[in-house]
């Protein structure tokens, strides 16, 4: 085998190992040269620089000519098929970017590949040239004719489907050869494994169904015969075809269930979600950070949960001191004289935005005729505040025992250096040579709990909050340090940070506690039925509540066609109000457009639409927005597969949607502590 180390970006390694082992190895590719050959390969060095950072997403790609590079399963898939040997000769149709030739490099000795389109051929000659592959020769032509010149072959891939496999491939195969190829009509094809068996008879295995391009030549399709189906992006995967049969009595299932939402001002638009009163946890989503719709739905249905259910915590995706600044607003407590404002860090508009504005108000107004006890607070679940928190345990110290203050000042002094940026420090404790800070952080938690009893005695309130302030500080410790080992890591311990904090708070407002939590779609729909749980192993909120409180917990998604959004192109950059482009054919968003709701609530438990559940549950692409969006790259930024009734109990839609208006701020001097997901 061939064990050439690639010229290529090292920062992608992990993510090629993760596909390896979750996209490749968990789907069952067994055998240990293709996986071998697969982690080798840099993917990234076969795609356009716009896409690049997708390059191991578990789809297939856009490439030059309006074709594409296969999902990275689907090759392995394929070359595990033709069970090659080393020293063996393979013929490649259907080039495309050349990464399969690369893979197919490292495996035999020699690799002939042909492109029908001379643009993909020069490119994919470069490529591979660039990557250091010496192995493969490329070249411009019909390939369904085979190389003649270069034949026998050991093995023959074909990259495109036709209607049948070409006699003058199977001659071009040597005797106990293998030729691996998509045979079917252009919608759908079924892979085939044809083995010379000696120089007439072949054997044939079907090893199931696919979706590719069409093979377009003399033993392929006519290009007139294709022309209709252009263009084609998603080919290789059978789930995601373009525009799915709908069967019109899909439609009308969910233009039957649709119940149509009043005006957020009208008490009944809080009434329609009183079905989901009983549980302890609600937990209200939101398809963008930006978009003024859902909070004020939100709104609506948190004052119906507080006003008639005895809700009595409102949890937000914000950080623990920002969102206690608000708290003690709302509970008509004391402002601390040294609290700096909240929300005043990037995404500002997240959470200073005119709705917020108008709920906190309203949650302050509701607060004031009743005893302290049954107050509803407002509280965040999140953990970049480590500057923040280390302050707020300081403060907190400094007022009930000053010894155990000095102690808490020489131990964050470890994080001191980095609380301005503590992505560097997850960097730094990296190397051998720099010592992590967790021995110190974790011992101050648990020498702040040790002393609950003698803490709580002066003023339990103010303890909880710095016990949740010094919890931050341990697990945003760890999360600097994970986040450079993949984003599945770092992503489940703040999702995990945030349940943690969720149940703290239950339990400290007693028995029979109740909650709502506002948080993105991607942090409260359960994980395990989206693309995020089943390839890249991250679990949410969502999830965690359902595995804790069962049916106690609620979850509800909410979601848009189209309108405008605010959010930024990049991060830390500025605020914009972009445009929200129309749904894609295949995602649940079109469909729930199509059926011709302009805002509904849909009850997707099975037990209120058993026919709707059913057929919904397949599943479709979802459009997620954070606090950036891309419409350019939008399917690859934006868009993963889920399965929709499985990972709500309810639905909120909105047709078309408007930006957020937000309050004026001017933003700190930040670092991008949400980096990488952007949610
Ligand atoms: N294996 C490629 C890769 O790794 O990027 C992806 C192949 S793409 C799914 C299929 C390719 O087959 C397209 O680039 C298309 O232009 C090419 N193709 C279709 N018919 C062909 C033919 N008769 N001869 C050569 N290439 C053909």
Request: with cysteine; glycine share 8%.
């Amino acid at each position: 085998m061939r064990t050439a180390e690639f010229s290529n970006d090292p920062a992608m390694r992990p993510a090629r190992e993760r596909m390896v082992e979750r996209q490749i190895a968990r789907r069952g590719i067994r055998d240990p040269r293709v996986l071998v050959a697969m982690r080798h390969v840099p993917r990234e060095a076969f795609i356009a620089g716009e896409l690049r950072e997708f390059a191991y997403e578990d789809s297939p790609l856009p490439i030059e000519a309006g074709q594409t590079i296969s999902q990275p399963y689907i090759v392995a898939r394929m070359i595990e098929a033709a069970r090659i040997e080393p020293g063996e000769r393979v013929l490649e149709v259907g080039a495309g970017s050349g990464y399969a030739a690369a893979v197919l490099g490292q495996l035999a000795a020699e690799v002939y590949a042909i492109e029908r389109h001379p643009e993909l051929a020069a490119l994919a000659r470069w490529r591979l040239a660039a990557i250091g592959a010496n192995n493969i020769e490329v070249r411009t032509g019909d390939g369904s004719r085979g190389w003649p010149e270069a034949a026998p072959f050991d093995a023959i891939l074909v990259a495109a489907g036709g209607p049948e496999v070409p006699d003058i491939l199977r001659e071009q195969l040597e005797i106990g050869g293998r030729l691996v190829m998509p045979v079917g009509d252009m919608e759908s094809q079924r892979l085939l494994r044809i083995t010379r068996l000696d120089a007439d008879r072949f054997e044939t295995d079907d090893l199931g169904a696919v979706r590719f391009v069409p093979l377009i030549g003399e033993g392929g399709w006519h290009e007139d015969e294709v022309s209709g189906h252009a263009p084609r992006r998603a080919p290789a995967r059978t789930r995601h075809a373009e525009a799915r049969p709908r069967p019109e009595s899909l439609l009308e299932l969910i233009r039957r269930a649709a119940e149509p939402l009043p005006d957020f001002d009208d008490p009944a638009f809080g009434a329609l979600f009183d079905r989901f009163a009983d549980a302890k946890v609600v937990l209200l989503g939101e398809a963008s950070h930006g978009t003024s719709e859902f909070y004020r739905a939100r709104a609506a249905i948190t004052k119906r949960l507080i006003e008639k259910h005895g809700f009595t915590s409102v949890a937000v995706e914000a950080d623990w001191p920002d969102a206690a600044t608000i708290d003690r607003y709302v509970r008509h407590g004391e402002p601390r004289d040294d609290a700096a404002p909240a929300f005043r860090r990037f995404p500002t508009w997240m959470w200073r935005n005119t709705d917020v504005e108008a709920f906190v108000g309203w949650l302050r107004a509701h607060n004031a005729d009743l005893p302290a006890a049954h107050r509803a607070g407002f509280y965040g679940l999140d953990l970049y505040s480590l500057e923040g928190s280390m302050r707020a345990v300081i403060d907190y110290l400094d007022t009930v025992d000053r010894k155990a203050a000095q102690i808490a000042r020489e131990r964050y002094g470890c994080l001191t250096p980095w609380q301005k940026d503590p992505a560097a420090y997850g960097r730094m404790a990296l190397s051998d040579e720099y010592k992590s800070c967790e021995k110190a952080v974790v011992a101050m938690l648990r020498d702040l709990l040790g002393k609950r009893l003698d803490y709580v005695a002066h003023d339990g309130e103010r303890f909880f909050d710095a016990a949740q302030n010094a919890r931050l500080v341990a697990d945003a410790e760890r999360y600097y340090r994970f986040m450079y080992y993949g984003s599945a890591e770092s992503w489940n311990l703040r999702d995990r940070h945030m349940f943690e904090t969720l149940e703290h708070l239950l339990q400290s407002k007693g028995e029979g506690a109740k909650a709502v939590v506002w948080a993105h779609n991607s942090h409260i729909g359960d994980a395990r039925h989206t693309e995020m749980g089943s390839v890249r192993d991250e679990l949410n909120i969502g999830q965690l509540c359902r595995e804790r409180f069962g049916s106690d917990a609620a979850l509800i998604g909410f979601g848009t066609d189209r309108g405008t959004v605010a959010a930024a192109s990049d991060w830390d950059g500025p605020m914009e109000v972009k445009n929200v482009l129309p749904a894609r054919a295949d995602s649940y968003e079109r469909l729930v457009h199509d059926a011709d709701v302009p805002r509904c609530l849909l009850d997707l438990r099975e037990k209120a639409h058993i026919a709707l559940h059913a057929q919904l549950t397949e599943p479709r692409l979802e459009r997620f927005i954070g606090v950036i969006y891309r419409p350019d790259t939008e399917r690859w930024s934006h868009y993963a597969e889920a399965s929709l009734p499985q990972q709500f109990d309810a639905y909120v839609w909105f047709d078309e949607t408007t930006a957020v208006t937000p309050l004026p701020t001017r933003v700190l001097e930040g670092i991008d502590e949400t980096w990488p997901f952007g949610l």
